[in-house]
């Protein structure tokens, strides 16, 4: 099979698949629980086999002309190989943990439908060589987000889930018209062919305010990110899919894609997006500080985190880029852990109030040293991925004379130290409060890889770390 | 390849410890002879290692993180000392720990921690320094956590105060990285301008803080309460200043030019001299004695620092002299304190008394441990102390004198100590003590001995610093033997004398070794202070915390007020900017005709 159609069947098998699944769902729980994940799993498989390829600095693209001069391009430069990877591994492990904690709840079907389309949209995004195509599959997830936001049902639940969609699709919106002023100046949708026509001059300050709302909003910055502490009503699961995998990585992504990849912006942005970043990484390390529910803390750290790999990406240094992408891979794992260990202590214990809890370590004592894991990762603890990731963001922005900025997140990065050790002393320290056992042997697993892909992920730093620097190379920033 | 030999160090200890947590349930005797084991033949290694120089790199995470080491007298003399440290402290926990709970992660952090601390100090690279420095983190937690119960909040206070300083020392490394053009810290040399200061103050953060020193001390007596006691006499007595100090004559020495002088120079000076005093004062007024000789593992440092600090060579020598005596004396303090806690169940001084001719053989440990920390001579403390005295006098008597002070409350709070707990009456309770076995005994006794021999013979252990400074440091001086300067050795011993009246006065006054420092304590302007810092008033953790919370708070509400624009304001706006449109839909036929017309015109105005 040529590698085109590889990147096609990528996008192209989560996407059908889902369709699919309701279907099986009548016949079978076990097999579309099993087929979904064999979907996803697909979709990783197939993205690990274009990491060679992608190593070697080839392109593979896929592109069909429509009438009215549209057309549909899919490439795989290994910048969009390397998201592929890590959003479809940790989509897989995410739906591993589903079968024992959706297991319980109704509406299924549409579950398993959802998450995996979320997957697809996510895997045609990352493969979009086109704005257009970004654009569709950017508001494919904003839809597939809501619904699932909204999973409960319930009015309250329901109404938070129409703030997320609202606050990103009106991001969304002011992007596309960013995106139609980037048409005006390039003269396509393209990428590529907006690559070559941009090459010398950097893209209007106009397009680029439209685009960094869009892109502020769906990843959760400030002063746009107050719709995902809201997000946390969803099932754990899917928080985890929000914060680690798929949703708040669309943003950097495509800020790496369109900003970095593709074309230049005017010097000054790179100081204007790491004081925005710096800004909304202090003020929700702060909240994280003072919320008391355990996951609203997690996901004010994710906007926490997300304010360093901006801050990475943007520094305009490339230490600093390689720092963020490799921050987007252990922030997902380690995200994607803390989430799913809260699933757990949500589940077992039936609150969400950290106060209320207490000393779990004794009972569930694999979950516990997942999530000190998870957490030391965040925090950027050696040997943990965490580490590596800090280093280099911190030791890039240093080299691009930034000591202000630096500075301040030094801030932020203790006061992660602090909120992440209050979190974890309240729920797993102490005294007992209220008695639960570890989750079922396939949600302890799940989180178990994911804190143990903490610990590899650090250990095993020059393969990730060697991938990226081919990615930054070949974006032309190293 | 031959330099491979450099890992071993490094390898070894880490494998016993991984496969310590390996040993199931009830195989006690297993842990113990995994942990025995490791560090004697680490040991072995360490010996067979020193005085060999090796260079060792392999390719690591790419853009300049390669994992080098090099071995050269400097580091070798390090290693040397943590294999000898790590060594006797297994053999005294075989024994202390036995009926302790968490044995498997006792030993398994233990063997961990002489693993990373053997690669901070092979490593070349900054980063790979780095890399295991912050490792350290994790069993220092792990460590302390294990202590009791409530013990995690210790943990928790310790982790939190080095890894912040430890993020410092990453922006530093980072900083200094960036300046330099390489991470090599062979290759670094850089002047002290602008930049340069704010790289070395950061990396200084990283090193003083592992040292211990104010205002990165405050868990250190906690831990001395809370965490198993082996892990006193290993980490805050003896790992962390021999790391910390290394790392902190490493930037002054060789990666930075620090010059007598400069103002980071004196800002180190008066860290240290700070240091000294403060943590003595505190020290004086201990009633438990693993927690007064926590206090010294504080004020000692503030000897080293201070000697550093000068940048003078004699100096230098006497900070680094100073290191390898306290790691000595002070874990063998530990030890002696572990020993009576051992066989009388508690620390508590209150309690003691009178136990010395029960456990004559610790109780002699004591007396040699005790005067060398006090600085009688002829023994170590002594000769290292002078040294620093020296430095410290040609840069400014106040640093002088600062020192001397906090000699006189170290003699005074020792001769406190030794009498409230091996002298006086002995209780009921403590009739049927009995001095402790062996193998806990024989760690004592050679450190004790080694603290001897490091006294009368200083030529042995001044001879191995010297050519760490290099010839041109130098400058043709040798620093052995008897202090040059005998007026420093006179007030010394005045001092001593002073500390010694002291106590006699204190005794005859209150009529117990316990109360002896009490006309101190309770002194009029003191005892206000001492009841403050009892009560944790400055503890900078504290402080920072309760900054922490304020700035959270605000940046909480910030947070609200933006959540508030979402789910107030944007709907309210919505709401009456919809009703206001709804009033123009009133169903009058009249208001519909009128923009339909309206609307005509408009396009016909267009259209023209």
Same mark, same amino acid.
Request: proline letters at 3%; one cysteine or more; aromatic letters at 14%.
């Given at each position: 099979?040529?590698?085109?159609?590889?990147?096609?069947?990528?996008?192209?098998?989560?996407?059908?698949?889902?369709?699919?699944?309701?279907?099986?769902?009548?016949?079978?729980?076990?097999?579309?629980?099993?087929?979904?994940?064999?979907?996803?799993?697909?979709?990783?498989?197939?993205?690990?086999?274009?990491?060679?390829?992608?190593?070697?600095?080839?392109?593979?693209?896929?592109?069909?002309?429509?009438?009215?001069?549209?057309?549909?391009?899919?490439? $795989?430069?290994?910048?969009?190989?390397?998201?592929?990877?890590?959003?479809?591994?940790?989509?897989?492990?995410?739906? =591993?943990? !589903?079968?024992?904690?959706?297991?319980?709840?109704?509406?299924?079907?549409?579950?398993?439908?959802?998450?995996?389309?979320?997957?697809?949209?996510?895997?045609?995004?990352?493969?979009?060589?086109?704005?257009?195509?970004?654009?569709?599959?950017?508001?494919?997830?904003?839809?597939?987000?809501?619904?699932?936001?909204?999973?409960?049902?319930?009015?309250?639940?329901?109404?938070?889930?129409?703030?997320?969609?609202?606050?990103?699709?009106?991001?969304?919106?002011?992007?596309?018209?960013?995106?139609?002023?980037?048409?005006?100046?390039?003269?396509?949708?393209?990428?590529?062919?907006?690559?070559?026509?941009?090459?010398?001059?950097? +893209?209007?300050?106009?397009?680029?305010?439209?685009?960094? /709302?869009?892109?502020?909003?769906?990843?959760?910055?400030?002063?746009?990110?107050?719709? @995902?502490?809201?997000?946390?009503?969803?099932?754990?699961?899917? #928080?985890?899919?929000?914060?680690?995998?798929?949703?708040?990585?669309?943003?950097?992504?495509?800020?790496?894609?369109?900003?970095?990849?593709?074309?230049?912006?005017?010097?000054?942005?790179?100081?204007?997006?790491?004081? +925005?970043? +710096?800004?909304?990484?202090?003020?929700?390390?702060?909240?994280?500080?003072?919320?008391?529910?355990?996951?609203?803390?997690?996901?004010?750290?994710?906007?926490?985190?997300?304010?360093?790999?901006?801050?990475?990406?943007?520094?305009?240094?490339?230490?600093?880029?390689?720092?963020?992408?490799?921050?987007?891979?252990?922030?997902?794992?380690?995200?994607?852990?803390?989430?799913?260990?809260?699933?757990?202590?949500?589940?077992?214990?039936?609150?969400?109030?950290?106060?209320?809890?207490?000393?779990?370590?004794?009972?569930?004592?694999?979950?516990?040293?997942?999530?000190?894991?998870?957490? /030391?990762?965040?925090?950027?603890?050696?040997?943990?991925?965490?580490?590596?990731?800090?280093?280099?963001?911190?030791?890039?922005?240093?080299?691009?004379?930034?000591?202000?900025?630096?500075?301040?997140?030094?801030?932020? $990065?203790?006061?992660?130290?602090?909120?992440?050790?209050?979190? %974890?002393?309240?729920?797993?320290?102490?005294?007992?409060?209220?008695?639960?056992?570890?989750?079922?042997?396939?949600?302890?697993? !799940?989180?178990?890889?994911?804190?143990?892909?903490?610990?590899?992920?650090?250990?095993?730093?020059?393969?990730?770390?060697? %991938?990226?620097?081919?990615?930054?190379?070949?974006?032309?920033?190293? | 390849?031959?330099?491979?030999?450099?890992?071993?160090?490094?390898?070894?200890?880490?494998?016993?410890?991984?496969?310590?947590?390996?040993?199931?349930?009830?195989?006690?005797?297993?842990?113990?002879?995994?942990?025995?084991?490791?560090?004697?033949?680490? =040991?072995?290694?360490?010996?067979?290692?020193?005085?060999?120089?090796?260079?060792?790199?392999?390719?690591? $995470?790419?853009?300049?993180?390669?994992?080098?080491?090099?071995?050269?007298?400097?580091?070798?003399?390090?290693?040397?000392?943590?294999?000898?440290?790590?060594?006797?402290?297994?053999?005294?926990?075989?024994?202390?720990?036995?009926?302790?709970?968490?044995?498997?992660?006792?030993?398994?952090?233990?063997?961990? #921690?002489?693993?990373?601390?053997?690669? +901070?100090?092979?490593?070349?690279?900054?980063?790979?320094?780095?890399?295991?420095?912050?490792?350290? @983190?994790?069993?220092?937690?792990?460590?302390?956590?294990?202590?009791?119960?409530?013990?995690?909040?210790?943990?928790?206070?310790?982790?939190?105060?080095?890894?912040?300083?430890? @993020?410092?020392?990453?922006?530093?490394?980072?900083?200094?990285?960036?300046?330099?053009?390489?991470?090599?810290?062979?290759?670094?040399?850089?002047?002290?301008?602008?930049?340069?200061?704010?790289?070395?103050? @950061?990396?200084?953060?990283?090193?003083?803080?592992?040292?211990?020193?104010?205002?990165?001390?405050?868990?250190?007596?906690?831990?001395?309460?809370?965490?198993?006691?082996?892990?006193?006499?290993?980490?805050?007595?003896?790992?962390?200043?021999?790391?910390?100090?290394?790392?902190?004559?490493?930037?002054?020495?060789?990666?930075?030019?620090?010059?007598?002088?400069?103002?980071?120079?004196?800002?180190?000076?008066?860290?240290?001299?700070?240091?000294?005093?403060?943590?003595?004062?505190?020290?004086?007024?201990?009633?438990?004695?693993?927690?007064?000789?926590?206090?010294?593992?504080?004020?000692?440092?503030?000897?080293?620092?201070?000697?550093?600090?000068?940048?003078?060579?004699?100096?230098?020598?006497?900070?680094?002299?100073?290191?390898?005596?306290?790691?000595?004396?002070?874990?063998?303090?530990?030890?002696?304190?572990?020993?009576?806690?051992?066989?009388?169940?508690?620390?508590?001084?209150?309690?003691?008394?009178?136990?010395?001719?029960?456990?004559?053989?610790?109780?002699?440990?004591?007396?040699?441990?005790?005067?060398?920390?006090?600085?009688?001579?002829?023994?170590?403390?002594?000769? !290292?102390?002078?040294?620093?005295?020296?430095?410290?006098?040609?840069?400014?008597?106040?640093?002088?004198?600062?020192?001397?002070?906090?000699?006189?409350?170290?003699?005074? !709070?020792?001769?406190?100590?030794?009498?409230?707990?091996?002298?006086?009456?002995?209780?009921?309770?403590?009739?049927?003590?009995?001095?402790?076995?062996?193998?806990?005994?024989?760690?004592?006794?050679?450190?004790?001995?080694?603290?001897?021999?490091?006294?009368?013979?200083?030529?042995?252990?001044?001879?191995?610093?010297?050519?760490?400074?290099?010839?041109?440091?130098?400058?043709?001086?040798?620093?052995?033997?008897?202090?040059?300067?005998?007026?420093?050795?006179?007030?010394?011993?005045?001092?001593?004398?002073?500390?010694?009246?002291?106590?006699?006065?204190?005794?005859?006054?209150?009529?117990?070794?316990?109360?002896?420092?009490?006309?101190?304590?309770?002194?009029?302007?003191?005892?206000?202070?001492?009841?403050?810092?009892?009560?944790?008033?400055?503890?900078?953790?504290?402080?920072?915390?309760?900054?922490?919370?304020?700035?959270?708070?605000?940046?909480?509400?910030?947070?609200?007020?933006?959540?508030?624009?979402?789910?107030?304001?944007?709907?309210?706006?919505?709401?009456?900017?919809?009703?206001?449109?709804?009033?123009?839909?009133?169903?009058?036929?009249?208001?519909?005709?009128?923009?339909?017309?309206?609307?005509?015109?408009?396009?016909?105005?267009?259209?023209?």
């Amino acid at each position: 099979m040529s590698y085109e159609y590889i990147v096609f069947s990528i996008v192209l098998i989560p996407i059908v698949g889902a369709f699919i699944l309701p279907i099986i769902g009548r016949i079978s729980h076990r097999l579309r629980n099993l087929l979904a994940l064999g979907f996803v799993a697909a979709s990783f498989m197939l993205s690990l086999y274009l990491i060679p390829p992608a190593l070697a600095g080839k392109v593979i693209t896929l592109a069909r002309q429509f009438p009215l001069g549209l057309n549909f391009v899919l490439t $795989a430069d290994s910048l969009a190989v390397f998201m592929a990877c890590v959003s479809s591994l940790l989509s897989a492990i995410i739906i =591993l943990y !589903s079968f024992g904690y959706i297991s319980h709840y109704e509406n299924q079907n549409e579950y398993y439908f959802m998450v995996v389309l979320f997957l697809g949209a996510m895997m045609g995004l990352v493969f979009s060589g086109n704005l257009i195509l970004l654009y569709v599959f950017w508001e494919i997830t904003a839809i597939t987000s809501w619904r699932l936001i909204g999973f409960f049902r319930e009015k309250s639940y329901v109404l938070k889930a129409d703030k997320a969609f609202l606050v990103t699709v009106f991001g969304a919106l002011a992007m596309l018209i960013g995106f139609i002023s980037i048409y005006q100046q390039a003269g396509s949708f393209d990428l590529a062919v907006i690559k070559e026509s941009l090459k010398t001059n950097p +893209v209007a300050n106009f397009a680029v305010v439209l685009i960094l /709302f869009g892109i502020f909003s769906k990843s959760a910055t400030l002063p746009f990110h107050t719709w @995902l502490p809201d997000a946390g009503v969803a099932p754990s699961p899917v #928080t985890a899919l929000l914060h680690a995998a798929i949703l708040v990585k669309i943003g950097l992504y495509v800020f790496a894609r369109l900003f970095l990849a593709s074309f230049t912006f005017a010097e000054f942005w790179h100081v204007v997006v790491p004081l +925005v970043a +710096v800004i909304s990484a202090i003020v929700s390390a702060g909240a994280a500080l003072i919320e008391t529910d355990l996951k609203r803390i997690i996901a004010y750290s994710t906007v926490s985190q997300i304010g360093f790999i901006f801050f990475g990406l943007a520094i305009g240094n490339g230490l600093a880029i390689v720092g963020g992408l490799l921050y987007i891979l252990m922030h997902g794992i380690a995200k994607a852990g803390l989430f799913l260990c809260a699933g757990i202590i949500e589940q077992n214990t039936k609150t969400k109030d950290i106060t209320k809890l207490g000393g779990l370590i004794t009972t569930m004592p694999i979950t516990a040293v997942s999530f000190l894991f998870c957490a /030391f990762s965040v925090m950027g603890i050696p040997p943990f991925g965490g580490f590596f990731s800090k280093y280099m963001v911190f030791a890039g922005a240093v080299n691009s004379g930034h000591l202000v900025i630096t500075a301040l997140f030094l801030v932020a $990065a203790f006061m992660t130290i602090l909120y992440l050790f209050r979190l %974890f002393n309240l729920i797993f320290l102490g005294a007992a409060r209220i008695p639960a056992k570890e989750a079922s042997p396939i949600m302890v697993l !799940s989180v178990a890889i994911l804190g143990a892909l903490s610990l590899v992920g650090g250990i095993l730093i020059w393969y990730p770390s060697k %991938f990226v620097q081919v990615v930054v190379t070949q974006m032309g920033r190293m | 390849m031959q330099d491979k030999i450099i890992l071993l160090p490094i390898i070894i200890p880490l494998f016993f410890g991984l496969m310590v947590f390996t040993v199931p349930k009830g195989f006690r005797a297993a842990k113990e002879t995994l942990a025995f084991l490791a560090t004697f033949l680490n =040991l072995l290694i360490a010996i067979a290692l020193f005085k060999s120089n090796i260079s060792f790199s392999l390719p690591w $995470a790419g853009l300049g993180l390669e994992f080098s080491l090099r071995l050269y007298n400097f580091s070798a003399f390090i290693i040397l000392s943590i294999a000898t440290f790590g060594f006797l402290i297994a053999l005294y926990s075989i024994v202390f720990m036995r009926d302790k709970p968490s044995l498997k992660q006792f030993y398994a952090y233990f063997l961990i #921690t002489l693993s990373l601390a053997s690669g +901070v100090v092979l490593a070349d690279n900054l980063v790979i320094m780095l890399f295991f420095w912050e490792g350290l @983190l994790l069993t220092l937690f792990g460590m302390i956590y294990i202590g009791k119960k409530e013990a995690f909040k210790t943990a928790t206070k310790a982790f939190i105060i080095v890894g912040i300083a430890d @993020l410092c020392l990453m922006v530093g490394i980072a900083l200094t990285g960036h300046l330099s053009g390489t991470l090599a810290i062979s290759q670094i040399n850089l002047p002290l301008d602008a930049l340069g200061s704010i790289a070395f103050i @950061l990396l200084m953060i990283g090193a003083i803080s592992k040292a211990g020193s104010m205002p990165f001390h405050s868990w250190i007596p906690d831990a001395a309460i809370d965490a198993p006691l082996p892990f006193m006499a290993l980490i805050p007595a003896a790992f962390e200043k021999l790391l910390g100090i290394y790392f902190l004559t490493r930037i002054s020495m060789d990666m930075f030019r620090l010059t007598a002088g400069s103002w980071v120079s004196v800002l180190l000076m008066s860290i240290g001299a700070i240091t000294i005093i403060l943590a003595v004062m505190m020290a004086l007024i201990q009633k438990d004695y693993k927690k007064l000789l926590s206090y010294h593992a504080i004020s000692q440092v503030g000897y080293m620092i201070l000697g550093i600090g000068t940048a003078l060579p004699v100096g230098i020598i006497g900070g680094l002299f100073h290191m390898i005596n306290n790691a000595l004396y002070k874990s063998c303090l530990f030890l002696t304190g572990g020993s009576v806690e051992k066989s009388t169940g508690t620390a508590n001084l209150e309690q003691l008394g009178g136990i010395g001719v029960k456990m004559p053989v610790t109780f002699a440990c004591f007396i040699i441990t005790a005067v060398s920390i006090s600085g009688v001579p002829p023994f170590n403390g002594f000769f !290292s102390k002078e040294l620093v005295y020296d430095a410290a006098l040609e840069r400014g008597l106040i640093f002088y004198l600062a020192a001397v002070v906090g000699s006189f409350f170290t003699a005074a !709070s020792f001769l406190k100590l030794g009498h409230a707990a091996f002298l006086g009456k002995l209780s009921e309770k403590n009739k049927s003590v009995k001095e402790v076995s062996f193998a806990m005994l024989l760690p004592m006794i050679i450190i004790a001995l080694l603290c001897v021999i490091f006294g009368v013979f200083n030529s042995l252990p001044i001879g191995l610093i010297q050519p760490i400074l290099g010839k041109e440091r130098l400058a043709g001086h040798n620093y052995s033997g008897f202090p040059s300067n005998a007026w420093l050795v006179i007030i010394t011993i005045i001092v001593l004398l002073g500390a010694l009246l002291n106590h006699i006065w204190g005794v005859k006054n209150k009529g117990s070794g316990l109360k002896a420092v009490d006309h101190i304590h309770y002194a009029p302007v003191l005892s206000v202070i001492y009841d403050r810092a009892e009560k944790r008033f400055f503890d900078p953790y504290e402080i920072g915390v309760k900054i922490a919370h304020g700035f959270s708070r605000i940046g909480f509400l910030f947070d609200r007020g933006i959540d508030w624009i979402y789910d107030n304001l944007t709907v309210k706006l919505t709401f009456a900017f919809t009703d206001q449109i709804k009033k123009l839909h009133n169903g009058n036929y009249s208001t519909y005709l009128i923009w339909s017309l309206a609307g005509l015109v408009l396009i016909i105005i267009f259209l023209i």
